[in-house]
């Protein structure tokens, strides 16, 4: 009976995770592979992992960042073993679908050659840089709360930051002039 | 969720890292297909019931009193081959023990018993159309027989003999005008014998 009852409140509380965080664990996967299948998978995976880790969850102190984490590694691991598609159609097809609201058509296909433009330049950063840079864009992590995702400190965030951004002013400059 | 951010033309932006950055929460705040949470919690409950479910089965096979074998499982483990079954796994391994021990046990009983001779081995005859030995036989390797000095006495007796003998033969044998033992006048100064 008590079994029972413990088993419920794990089930509680883990759906109570999945309508917080699934939406916000889903943008994170997304924002590293640029699909909305493989997205949706990682997430899934990411709860599945968390449900045969349910009787530990008490101790786990925040319970956003453990999460993101999760997920962070799943996607990470994905990308590194998966290559069925190639990445610049990913890239296209997300430049397409980027809010571009109250813009002309003509306009429109100029954002969405500017968004290509940026993704491709990202994907061609080093790991390092292009990790915090991609976590950075999410407005509501800190900087602490990156460090502790990707397992490094706070200062080395900034500096990877730092170093981020002066190679995409030059990669996109690099990539202006070149067309 | 937050507003997303307006695009602006790339040219307008002075930093090239902010355009990038623009772009990145752009795509940060793209929002996942409807039913995101419903789908995820269906994908919970089924894999929450299959553990349930396999939870159940490992304790009912666990409630069966000790010592005795499940007959199922085992009857099951023996279609699929023996190797997958315990109990015949451990009689086989216990059949294997008995031969062993069984041969060692055997060796150690009956091999002790010294063979005891029956008849006086002789040589071989040859058959008609055989080669013969030609009557040879082995022998035996002696020891070398020891040298036993002789008596001090007995030698000088011998040696006497001996020299006697020596002169009573030369006596006869040389002639008179056989030339003797004697210095000759060309023979050198210095002292030395001359050579014959």
């Known amino acids: 009976m008590r079994n029972e009852t413990h088993q419920h409140a794990e089930q509680e509380a883990l759906a109570a995770l999945v309508d917080e965080y699934a939406q916000m664990l889903y943008r994170v996967a997304f924002s590293v592979l640029h699909n909305t299948a493989d997205a949706e998978d990682a997430v899934q995976e990411a709860f599945l992992r968390v449900l045969r880790h349910s009787d530990r969850l008490h101790e786990v102190r925040d319970r956003r960042v453990w999460l993101i984490r999760i997920v962070w590694n799943l996607v990470l691991d994905r990308k590194r073993r998966v290559k069925t598609r190639a990445e610049t159609d990913d890239i296209a097809d997300l430049a397409r679908v980027l809010p571009a609201e109250g813009l002309s058509a003509e306009d429109r296909a100029a954002a969405a050659e500017h968004h290509a433009q940026v993704l491709e330049c990202v994907e061609k950063l080093p790991e390092k840089e292009r990790e915090v840079l991609v976590l950075s864009a999410f407005e509501e992590l800190s900087s602490v709360e990156i460090a502790s995702i990707l397992g490094i400190t706070e200062s080395s965030v900034r500096s990877r930051l730092f170093r981020a951004r002066n190679l995409m002013a030059g990669l996109l400059q690099h990539t202006r002039n070149s067309r | ?196």
Do not use: C
């Open chain 2, 1 to 196: 969720m937050k507003e997303p951010i307006p695009f602006r033309q790339p040219g307008k932006v002075s930093n090239p890292a902010q355009e990038a950055l623009a772009t990145l929460r752009a795509v940060a705040q793209m929002p996942a297909a409807k039913g995101l949470e419903e789908r995820v919690k269906a994908n919970l409950t089924r894999n929450l019931a299959r553990n349930l479910a396999q939870n159940l089965a490992q304790k009912s096979a666990q409630k069966l009193p000790a010592g005795l074998p499940d007959v199922e499982a085992e009857l099951d483990a023996g279609a699929r081959g023996w190797m997958h079954s315990a109990t015949l796994r451990g009689l086989s391994a216990a059949a294997i023990v008995l031969i062993v021990v069984g041969g060692g046990w055997g060796a150690a009983r009956y091999g002790r018993r010294q063979a005891t001779p029956q008849a006086v081995g002789m040589p071989r005859m040859a058959a008609p159309g055989e080669f013969s030995n030609s009557g040879a036989m082995r022998t035996p390797q002696t020891l070398t027989q020891p040298k036993v000095p002789k008596a001090k006495h007995e030698a000088q007796a011998a040696e006497k003999r001996s020299s006697k003998a020596k002169n009573g033969k030369r006596r006869k044998s040389k002639p008179t005008n056989a030339p003797t033992n004697k210095r000759s006048g060309n023979a050198p100064k210095d002292g030395t014998r001359a050579r014959r």
